[in-house]
């Protein structure tokens, strides 16, 4: 699995914990296979754990977990064109345009 595929079938989850999980699962993969770009599929690994770990047991909205679920496929964008450029300062360049935009966000995962 690629990490566009990755994505790719995020997108087509419902928004809830179950697509997160998926989604850990395939980065922890990624990190494995890939050792190279480790780091883009680290820190989306962390935002899919820790969103599990906040809301794996509680109810929460719809538009909550769809609002969340379009500030992933945001990021999950960035990485993934970054990525199909091959070259590294541009994934560098894309792995710090996500942790600010994070870091200016709500923070809910």
Known sequence: MTFSDAAAIFATRLPGTDAYVELRQAMCQLIKN???NAAVYFLIFGFAR???ML???QE???TFAEENQK??????????????QNDKAYVYNALNLVVNQYENSNKTF
Do not use: G
């Not at 500030?71 to 199909?84: F, G, N, Q, T």
């Open 60 to 62: 929460v909205s719809p």
């Open 50 to 52: 820790t969103y599990v």
């Open 71 to 84: 500030v992933m496929l945001a990021y999950l964008a960035i990485l993934d064109d970054a990525l199909k």
């Open 55 to 57: 809301y794996e047991d």
């Open 34 to 36: 890939d050792t190279e």
